[in-house]
């Protein structure tokens, strides 16, 4: 790790395994103008940060997860890096959301299967309640390291009813299977959750986003914020501090032979999605 030379304000860390391979877009021009202060009150943001158009401007990807839970009685949404935001930003809950539903009779003993992608979990029903297997089965599917690979998550349940967020959503018809003759396991569709708010102004020094109105929808800690975009570039692997700086024209990285995904400030399946030719792990 090293100081940016420009300023103290950001730290400039190695992006890359590995210089081999790698495939760039040249020249995304990202402005001053389109870029907040950080929580030191300076226009800076760190490195491994994806860049996007969003509307008519080339900006840093406007993408993050909030660090507490957010509630419709209030009007700020904490994230980890405000200045991706600006005022007038629309603001979306940008995971898919579905519903998990156990019920009917349930018999000790008798297996559950969960598939997504290249993952199976069996759950072994450990009781005849739905409410009490539904909290385990809760807790099994989120201490899935293939499903944290794959973006999903699942909420502690109410009344059996088990939420699943995921940024690319799933094979609702082959998600869950089980072996019970009578209990019940019922998935609905994957569906956007839709418009938070819109942005009234960014509060840099508490890491929050200000809206207009009190949030739209009820959002957990870790749940993915952002506008909508028309473009993805790629990734910039360099911190950049705007101080005196009008504009910065950037490389966005495209492919390469391996990254470094606890270095990144956000990652999601999406990203994965867009870019296979980045070997993130």
Not at 122 to 143: C, D, F, P
Not at 148 to 154: D, I, Q, V, Y
Not at 265 to 280: H, I, S
């Amino acid at each position: 790790m090293y100081w940016n030379q420009e300023s103290p304000y950001v730290n400039d860390v190695a992006i890359l395994r590995s210089v081999e391979n790698i495939e760039a877009v040249t020249s995304v021009a990202v402005s001053a103008a389109n870029v907040g202060l950080n929580s030191d009150g300076v226009k800076a943001v760190p490195a491994g940060l994806f860049l996007a158009r969003v509307g008519s401007a080339d900006r840093y990807l406007p993408r993050d997860k909030t660090r507490s839970a957010v509630s419709t009685s209030v009007a700020a949404i904490p994230v980890n890096y405000p200045q991706l935001f600006l005022p007038g930003d629309q603001i979306f809950a940008l995971e898919k959301f579905a519903t998990l539903t156990v019920g009917g009779t349930l018999v000790v003993g008798e297996r559950v299967y969960f598939s997504y992608k290249d993952t199976t979990v069996t759950y072994v029903l450990g009781s005849t309640s739905a409410a009490t297997e539904a909290t385990a089965l809760s807790a099994a599917l989120n201490a899935s390291v293939g499903f944290a690979e794959k973006g999903l998550s699942f909420t502690n349940p109410s009344n059996g009813v088990i939420g699943i967020f995921s940024m690319v959503g799933g094979d609702n018809e082959n998600f869950v299977s089980s072996n019970s003759a009578a209990g019940t396991f019922t998935l609905t569709a994957f569906a956007d959750q839709g418009l938070v708010g819109t942005i009234s102004g960014v509060d840099y020094a508490n890491r929050e986003i200000d809206l207009v109105a009190n949030a739209a929808i009820a959002l957990r800690s870790g749940a993915v914020v952002g506008t909508q975009i028309s473009k993805l570039y790629g990734l910039n692997i360099h911190s950049e501090v705007y101080t005196n700086k009008p504009v910065c024209h950037l490389n966005a990285i495209t492919g390469s032979s391996g990254v470094y995904q606890a270095r990144l400030p956000y990652w999601d399946e999406l990203l994965r999605e867009r870019f296979p030719k980045l070997y993130v792990s």
